[in-house]
């Protein structure tokens, strides 16, 4: 049931309901936890929150950024204590646009002039609106909302003026021919004897709402039988709070300690859960990526090249270099732990946090040989790219949140027999109808037939806690062949697809390399 039907069911209940105070988010939700069906977004609460007082002058826009949040955090109906509308009809209709629009249940608005002033503020006149005005008022509420459920309670100010029962009866006919919801008539005696005057002239016309603020000694059972529909407890959580802090504060600055105050306050932890802390971390495992945590990266040398500066003419890219860049995005994506296979240029050197794994002097190797001196690192969640290659991020997030074991990233828009690149058949060629799927390896290397190849590997891909045990199996089996040290990352896909699936994640260009620069 949406909110506006709970609040209308509330004021149209055949018991007495009861709504209670909130002026925040976590006061909304404590209201709720308690029990309530109900929240009173109390003006002089929300006013006193924001350390001003209740002569508007906090501005109806600061009241729908409490309210929004207050929203959120519950999901019991809200009525909002509307003052007078904050002016006139053209200022009440689009309130009541922009509280649909929060999910607020219905409005409260009096019957006064703007600004308004407390009504239990004694000594300060309590001017009346025009009741002609007030009705077109209404009207333009209730012509506004766009939800049929949507309440507007009339509060009569015509006790708190002092101008008696006739004109408080005048009034509230007014109002309700205006088309109003239900009538808050409002008393600051210390008994109940206006309400009680009033209610037996009105004979349930409409439901009658009370805050007995004033008038608290009355026994609730005392409104039961004279048949008000809905009390609201107006104000006390923002009393109670207040006294609780200066309490504690009062305490801290005299003790200067924490060791009289820790029992008579909740924990953090319950600050915690009430602000959805738990809901937040189970949040985490679904939507964050799953492979980000411990992720690390090791950026290999292509071939024997190191990383080799380019002609002066392209040798940065937008004035950085590839490895920079690489670095960069890596540490975007909260990826800090970064090794870094063979010498760098000076310009690199030292420059980013990065670990070096460093070759023997003159040794020649090829890529895969690099990769064994890198065995170690090669662990949960481990990124691996050359590093003459700069990539967009979303190509990293595909990596980093999809599930297989050993995944690497392949262009469908290949330039076929390009020098230095590596070619791959799979069981699956790319396919706008299913581009976010993955494919099987089949075959891959350097010479495949043009008909036989579904796409160019780019230099990336990605082993998980799994995939880096087989990994790190293979390239032991491996290392112990006599030509080893001339072989390229091919030999180890073919190695691992003989009995392990090696997947392929198509994208088409978005990334580039240093060769693509050079020709």
Not at 157 to 170: M, P, S, T, V, Y
Not at 227 to 244: C, D, M, Q, T, V
């Amino acid at each position: 049931m949406r909110k506006t039907a709970q609040l209308r069911k509330l004021i149209h209940s055949d018991s007495l309901e009861f709504i209670m105070e909130a002026h925040s988010g976590l006061a909304a939700k404590i209201v709720e936890e308690a029990g309530f069906k109900g929240i009173w977004a109390s003006g002089l609460s929300i006013s006193a929150a924001l350390g001003v007082r209740d002569n508007n002058e906090a501005s109806w826009t600061q009241v729908l950024d409490v309210l929004e949040f207050m929203s959120d955090a519950s999901s019991i109906p809200i009525l909002l204590d509307g003052d007078t509308g904050y002016g006139n009809f053209n200022n009440a209709r689009r309130l009541v646009k922009k509280l649909e629009s929060r999910n607020i249940a219905g409005v409260c608005i009096e019957d006064k002039l703007f600004p308004k002033t407390n009504s239990f503020i004694g000594g300060e006149a309590q001017p009346l609106a025009d009741i002609d005005e007030f009705c077109g008022k209404i009207k333009a509420m209730k012509d506004t909302q766009t939800k049929d459920d949507f309440v507007v309670v009339s509060r009569v100010e015509a006790f708190i003026a002092g101008w008696g029962l006739k004109e408080a009866l005048r009034r509230a006919e007014a109002y309700r021919q205006a088309g109003t919801d239900a009538i808050l008539m409002h008393s600051k005696r210390a008994d109940s004897s206006e309400i009680e005057a009033f209610v037996k002239e009105w004979g349930n016309r409409l439901p009658v709402v009370i805050v007995p603020t004033k008038y608290y000694k009355t026994p609730t059972e005392k409104f039961r039988e004279l048949g008000i529909s809905l009390i609201i407890w107006a104000n006390h959580n923002l009393r109670s709070s207040i006294k609780s802090m200066q309490n504690t504060t009062r305490t801290i600055f005299q003790d200067q300690s924490l060791i009289n105050v820790e029992r008579e306050i909740v924990t953090v932890n319950e600050v915690f859960r009430l602000q959805g802390a738990e809901e937040l971390k189970e949040a985490e495992k679904k939507y964050l990526p799953k492979s980000i945590k411990n992720a690390n990266a090791i950026i290999l040398p292509r071939r024997d090249s190191d990383f080799v500066p380019l002609p002066n003419h392209i040798s940065d890219v937008g004035g950085k270099s590839f490895l920079s860049m690489q670095v960069n995005v890596f540490n975007e994506f909260g990826i800090k732990d970064i090794s870094v296979v063979g010498d760098l240029p000076d310009k690199d050197s030292g420059t980013f946090g990065i670990s070096v794994i460093s070759k023997e002097p003159g040794e020649e190797t090829n890529e895969l040989h690099s990769l064994y001196l890198a065995k170690e690192h090669v662990m949960e969640n481990t990124i691996i790219s050359y590093g003459d290659i700069i990539f967009k991020h979303h190509i990293l997030q595909n990596l980093l949140t999809d599930l297989s074991d050993i995944l690497i990233i392949a262009d469908a828009n290949a330039d076929f027999y390009s020098p230095q690149s590596i070619y791959l058949l799979t069981d699956q060629p790319y396919s706008k109808n299913y581009f976010s799927q993955n494919s099987r390896l089949l075959n891959m290397s350097g010479d495949l037939k043009k008909d036989d190849i579904h796409g160019k590997f780019i230099g990336l891909w990605r082993v998980t806690k799994k995939g880096a045990a087989i990994v790190s199996e293979a390239l032991e089996e491996l290392s112990q062949q006599a030509d080893f040290k001339k072989m390229d990352l091919t030999y180890l896909f073919k190695q691992i697809s003989s009995s392990h699936p090696v997947y392929v994640h198509y994208i088409k260009d978005s990334w580039i390399d240093r060769y693509t620069l050079l020709n």
